[in-house]
């Protein structure tokens, strides 16, 4: 089933959760909603699931209405942050709760739940509590649950956020294979980025109660559409430069940028990845030799070394560039760092593949 | 858990200390209580079980209370269950108002709460000549006596069961209405075994105040012998005739059903505890017991849910 959102807006109090937001889930896609917390992701989950009424907009579901549709009658399946499984129910009933309200016969109930204690990997466990289970298995059980009253979409928040990392990763593959299988629309939301481009088909990326960008996990890290969706997709190196005459300027590096055709001057951000950058051992220094000219020239940047990190297969540089105060990481793979062998105080140069533009939003200009 | 104890204290403060509490407990509490018991039983048990029920005017007030108090409790089981729930899943201008308000019985003498009735319900009161009207006598009948009960017992239902909801949150709830669960069905299943021992430790608490209630229900009552006196009025009333065997052998039965309440508080209060300890464990996940493998024969399980 498909989900249309069209013009949603929900404020708490004078907090406004969603600003005017439409989105389309096509059917059987797996879509993430990404961003920081406060961006409106959550309410945006509750609000398809009917947990939530909007101040304005319509949901519509294969383009029927169901804005005015009470929860209960929305047959959408919704796996809580923290479960919120029943505590003095056992498992099986807790999976059984929305077939047993539905007042399912009883042959049916026990079928469907071993059925679904065999797909979530509990077997044998039905008898126990929820309080009895590690947090892996409540998850399960909850996805279990919500998969009990066969729902035409699977919502769920955070599904992963109170897990720790091996539990994390584990089920996060587990769940992309179930999706996979069974091919329900899903949404899920979350703020950790890895999790959304591993797991998810499409990416919706969230801020302020806006969506900023949305696109598959490689347009979206390939490409970001604005400085936040660069920003919190993290792990990036950010300078000043300016632009003018359709080329940007980083110390002096000139980066094609045709978006800004004009003559007149400007400040913009310009965002390195550390991964995308080439770092070399710089040739010996000519004596009377002009750094800036140089480094014009080539494309590349001279700078000395701090300090090498290694956390396991990545390597991190961490270097100044000349004239600058701000410290510039570059990301290496191990083994080519190890054969390489920088020290902290050597002299390199560096070279970026990539380089990403933003000029600062137009509403500050004057 | 080991609560931290203090060791420094000089062995004889230490005495002392232990010898005034429990003197303080035993010359208050456990002495009088004895010696109503004592003074009940004083010429056996068939004395006893005749003051009881051969005086048609104690087997009345007997009656009268099994009635009032449960007639009460049950109002403020329905009105706090109500309440609670209002308070802990909804924030609403005067909301704390509310909270407060619910507290006022615990504040206001007894005695204050029946004239209250009474100016209200009296003859000359501000409802009593309609009700009057309509066949409905309040005040000196039991109907008051219900509503004084209800008063003085008020907050004990409502304040035992708002921190209990306030920590369980509402996200089972949620869970239930997204199953498809009705609001009748999400109480039943869901919130009302999830609170039941807080609302039966309320229930009990406030049944013992109901049994036990003299000030406001004087009041209302009119002190009618055999048509308005519950038991803490008999009590007092055989004890002005000086009949006091009779009336201690009455007080036993208070007694005894104060005892029976403790025990129960005891019990329920066991179990609160045992709920608010799984209620942390559930929050908190061990997940070091997970030892599950996942990635077994997917195809042949996901089959049947590809409707």
Not at chain 1, 66 to 69: A, G, M, N, P, V
Not at chain 2, 294 to 297: A, E, H, K, Q
């Given at each position: 089933m498909s989900i249309h959102i069209r013009g949603v807006s929900k404020s708490f109090g004078t907090f406004k959760a969603l600003d005017n937001v439409s989105l389309d889930v096509p059917q059987g896609t797996l879509l993430a909603l990404l961003g920081p917390s406060g961006s409106g992701k959550t309410t945006l989950l509750r609000i398809i699931a009917g947990l939530e009424w909007p101040d304005s907009g319509r949901i519509e579901e294969d383009g029927e209405d169901?804005?005015?549709?009470h929860a209960r009658q929305r047959e959408v399946g919704f796996v809580f942050?923290?479960?919120?499984?029943?505590?003095?129910?056992s498992v099986f009933e807790n999976i059984a709760f929305g077939l047993r309200v539905r007042k399912a016969p009883k042959q049916e109930v026990e079928a469907k739940v071993n059925e679904l204690l065999h797909l979530v990997r509990l077997d044998g466990l039905g008898a126990r509590k929820p309080a009895q289970l590690s947090g892996g298995q409540r998850q399960r059980v909850a996805l279990a649950r919500a998969l009990a009253i066969r729902p035409k979409i699977l919502l769920l928040d955070e599904p992963f956020g109170a897990l720790d990392a091996k539990v994390r990763v584990e089920l996060r593959q587990w769940l992309r294979r179930l999706h996979d299988e069974i091919g329900m629309t899903s949404v899920f939301v979350t703020h950790d980025q890895e999790e959304a481009f591993e797991l998810a088909d499409e990416v919706v990326v969230m801020n302020h109660g806006r969506i900023e960008q949305r696109g598959t996990p490689e347009e979206v890290f390939e490409h970001p559409a604005t400085p936040f969706v660069m920003d919190f997709l993290g792990n990036v190196n950010v300078f000043h430069g300016r632009v003018e005459k359709g080329q940007a300027f980083w110390h002096g590096i000139p980066i094609d940028y045709p978006d800004y055709p004009h003559s007149q001057a400007r400040p913009a951000r310009v965002y390195l990845r550390p991964h995308e950058l080439d770092i070399a051992r710089a040739a010996a220094e000519q004596p009377g030799g002009n750094a800036a000219t140089a480094a014009a020239v080539t494309g590349s940047l001279p700078a000395s070394v701090l300090r090498i990190a290694r956390s396991g297969a990545i390597s991190r540089v961490s270097c100044r560039p000349d004239g600058s105060d701000t410290e510039l990481h570059v990301d290496l793979p191990t083994d080519t760092a190890r054969d390489l062998s920088l020290q902290p105080g050597e002299r390199v140069t560096i070279t970026p593949r990539k380089v990403r533009v933003f000029l600062p939003d137009p509403e500050y200009v004057i | 858990m080991s609560k931290p104890t203090i060791?420094?204290?000089?062995p004889l403060t230490h005495g002392l200390l232990v010898a005034a509490a429990t003197g303080i407990v035993g010359l208050l509490i456990v002495v009088p209580l004895a010696s109503v018991f004592a003074e009940a039983f004083a010429e056996g048990p068939a004395a006893w079980w005749r003051a009881l029920a051969h005086d048609p005017d104690t087997r009345h007030a007997i009656w009268l209370s099994l009635t009032v108090a449960p007639l009460a409790v049950a109002i403020n089981t329905v009105f706090g269950v109500a309440t609670a729930w209002l308070v802990s899943r909804f924030r609403f201008p005067g909301r704390s108002l509310l909270i407060t308000l619910c507290d006022v019985p615990f504040s206001v003498s007894p005695v204050v709460a029946g004239l209250a009735l009474v100016l209200i319900f009296g003859r000359q009161g501000l409802l009593g000549p309609t009700l009057e009207s309509l066949g409905w006598k309040v005040i000196f009948s039991w109907p008051g006596l219900v509503l004084a009960t209800t008063f003085v017992t008020l907050p004990l239902v409502v304040r035992e069961l708002i921190p209990v909801m306030e920590a369980i949150g509402p996200e089972e709830e949620l869970a239930a209405v997204s199953l498809g669960a009705s609001g009748w069905q999400v109480f039943t299943r869901v919130t009302l075994p999830n609170i039941r021992w807080a609302l039966l430790h309320g229930i009990v608490l406030a049944n013992a105040r109901a049994m036990g209630e003299f000030g406001a229900v004087y009041v209302v009552s009119g002190h009618i012998a055999g048509a308005t006196d519950t038991m803490p009025l008999r009590v007092e009333k055989l004890f002005q005739e000086y009949r006091t065997p009779a009336s201690m052998a009455v007080a036993s039965v208070l007694a005894g059903l104060a005892l029976i309440t403790l025990v129960a508080k005891v019990v329920i209060e066991r179990r609160l505890e045992a709920e608010a300890r799984e209620l942390e464990a559930a929050r908190?996940?061990?997940?070091?017991?997970d030892t599950t493998p996942?990635?077994?024969?997917f195809s042949t399980a996901t089959k049947g849910l590809t409707s």
């Open positions: 169901i804005t005015d549709r942050q923290h479960y919120a499984l029943f505590r003095h129910m | 060791t420094s204290a000089h908190s996940l061990p997940d070091t017991l996942l990635d077994t024969g």
